[in-house]
């Protein structure tokens, strides 16, 4: 594998790097994915996806990523199951260095490597995650059937999660810093008309309690001043994203955040090197612009490589 050189590395298998992939190979360039963990990322985590063009009934989220991976291998998918932890570029080509030294090369890269979960960083959290502390509804949910669960946020994916958490659990609070959401009107209004979610606005938590498992958390009302106890057996964490982009640090620019900052063609400060989906700054994180920057993406390292032969 080292000794070959790629038309384009792809780094990350969401909907935007699985996306680049459809276009380069449809463009006959020699592409390669290189994917640390299952071929989905974010998007796996999720029920149902109710705004992705063509599915009118919604799809859940493992069986649009599996359509999208059954697209892309039609046109035959080389795949790498390895972390990516260094980048740079060596004369026209780019080296990739993998997490067990192996070394990728190729003439383009694309960075579509998606975000992680952020974490609220209290005591309690990191010592009960798998113990009641999660990031992952759909994974979770179905172990607390007729318990009482938390969640905390308050945008899409924070409704989103607690909006499904209530087929298994006898209630869920929504527990949000504000005393507004930031979630879309539609996720906001069924929230409202749940009858297992109650909201608690203004709060935030202080403490996870638990000694083999949640026990409850130690809430704090911005306020009032006020910190309570709720007892439950879950706490659903979904406070935004954060970018994995550490180890890109000098290769490429970032945001003041960590993100990929990219022009309208999705590339990035260093030639021949591209960036979609949730790791770029952007207002917006939708799995619809992830694809679109993945196709944008790749259609400018296919320009690229036309114009440097
Ligand atoms: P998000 O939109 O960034 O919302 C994060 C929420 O967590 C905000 O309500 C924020 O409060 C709160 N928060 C942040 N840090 C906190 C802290 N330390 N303590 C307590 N609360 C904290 O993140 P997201 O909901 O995961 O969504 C990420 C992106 O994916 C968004 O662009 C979203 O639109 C998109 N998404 C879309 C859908 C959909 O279209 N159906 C579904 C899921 C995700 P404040 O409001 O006070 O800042």
Known sequence: MSDKIWDVAIIGGGPAGLTAYLYARRALLEALLIEKGPIGGQVLLTDLIENYPGFPEGIPGFELIQKMQEQVEKYGLNLVQKKAIALKPEGELKEILLEDKEVVKARTVILALGAGMRKLGIPGEKELTGKGVSYCATCDGPFFKNQIVAVIGGGNTALQEALYLTKFAKKVYLIHRRDAFRAT?????????????????????????????VEGVVTYNRQTGEEGFLEVAGVFIFIGH????????????LDEKGFI???????????????CGDCISKPFRQIINACGEGAVAALSAEKYLESSH
Do not use: F, H
Request: no cysteine; net charge negative; proline share 5%.
């Open 242 to 253: 954060e970018p994995e982009t550490e180890w890109l640090k000098g290769v490429v620019e």
């Open 261 to 275: 900052l990219v022009n309208q063609n999705m590339e990035t400060s260093l030639k021949g090197v591209y960036a």
């Open 185 to 213: 009107p539609i996720l906001q209004q069924r929230v409202k008309e749940n009858p297992k979610i109650e909201i608690i606005w203004n709060t935030v938590l202080k403490e996870i309690k638990g000694k083999d498992s």
